[in-house]
């Protein structure tokens, strides 16, 4: 792949790298970043791992095991974003997602390499590494190290690879999940990442407020169009009374799906000043083109947008009334 060999001339040849990723980073966007920078620092660079948010608590085992993830503090990061031989952007692929680094990443001198699954790339990098038929970027970086050097996936990279791969694909159960997904993860198995060990890490190990979290967002769940669409609802009040945090609304949405009937999944998150969209769909609904309505894109089955300026309940309306005009009886394309 000619992309594959670009990337390694740029790898041979640069000194020092950044690696981001999108905001609210999930564990496809850790698992990228920490498995791509051993890799690079296995080869004698100099690498960084900037984000501007948080990394969510059921994913610092990697940051703290594998590779450690700065959070962005401009007097901090700055200049050393605007030096940096090159920056290399994972799992995102528009720089609005990673909107308080962008004007960093813009003025630097270097280059700029894009590695992501997602439609439409927005033009920004020099190089772009890109499928959007890869259930997850991990995945995509598993190709390019193996292609590089096989033998650089050591055990920690094999490890931030599989977590990157098993959430990304709903633990094997999204529709892009193939034969080539469970090949790779059988290698990285063979290579010392532990199935058990990740879910319990990523899954089994949060605390009981996140419990009362889901519990508030189950409550509110509604459907509409003879129970094809559902959706809920995660306001800021539900935040102060379960002291959670927006991290803590990951794969929520999933279970909008789990209802019988559902080819339409929403879930309206209220945070400072935005309001977080996710959207999920089953068959075929390309549930993206709902997103790009509201400003965000995604995948065909799974997307996101945030909205500003608006009142929570007043998108829910707008957002429910318009996923009523995607379904379709089985067998039409939206």
Not at 51 to 80: A, C, G, M, W
Not at 213 to 233: F, H, Q, Y
Not at 317 to 324: F, I, Q
């Amino acid at each position: 792949m000619q992309a594959f060999d670009q990337f390694k001339k740029i790898a041979d040849s640069a000194t020092t790298f950044v690696i981001t990723s999108h905001i609210n980073p999930d564990g496809d966007a850790i698992g990228s970043e920490t498995a791509l920078a051993l890799f690079l620092k296995g080869r004698g660079k100099t690498v960084s791992v900037i984000n501007q948010s948080v990394t969510p608590d059921n994913l610092k085992f990697l940051s703290e095991e594998i590779f450690p993830v700065d959070l962005y503090d401009p007097s901090r990061h700055s200049t050393l974003i605007r030096a940096a031989d090159c920056i290399i952007v994972v799992d995102t692929n528009a720089p609005n997602r990673f909107f308080a680094l962008a004007d960093d990443v813009a003025a630097n001198a270097g280059l700029t390499i894009c590695i992501d699954h997602h439609l439409e790339p927005e033009v920004f990098a020099d190089l772009y590494i890109t499928d959007a038929e890869a259930p997850a970027t991990s995945e995509l970086l598993y190709g390019l190290f193996h292609a590089i050097d096989e033998s650089a996936i050591t055990a920690p990279i094999a490890r931030a690879l599989y977590t990157g791969i098993m959430t990304d694909t709903g633990s094997f159960r999204f529709p892009k999940t193939d034969a080539d997904t469970h090949m790779i993860t059988a290698d990285l198995l063979r290579r010392g990442a532990d199935p058990s060990e990740i879910y319990q890490s990523v899954y089994d190990n949060g605390p009981v407020n996140k419990l009362q979290l889901l519990g508030r967002a189950l409550d509110s769940m509604k459907t509409i169009e003879n129970g094809a669409v559902a959706w809920m609802t995660i306001r800021q009040d539900d935040f102060f009374h379960t002291s959670t945090v927006a991290a803590d609304t990951d794969n929520l949405i999933n279970y909008t799906l789990s209802i019988g009937g559902v080819r339409i999944g929403l879930m309206f998150t209220e945070l400072d000043g935005v309001v977080k969209v996710s959207f999920r769909s089953k068959g075929d609904i390309w549930i993206n083109r709902l997103a790009k309505e509201f400003g965000g894109n995604g995948h065909k089955h799974a997307a996101g947008a945030r909205i500003t300026g608006r009142m929570l309940d007043e998108i829910v309306g707008e957002v429910t009334d318009r996923a009523r005009t995607y379904i379709q009886p089985p067998g039409m394309t939206i």
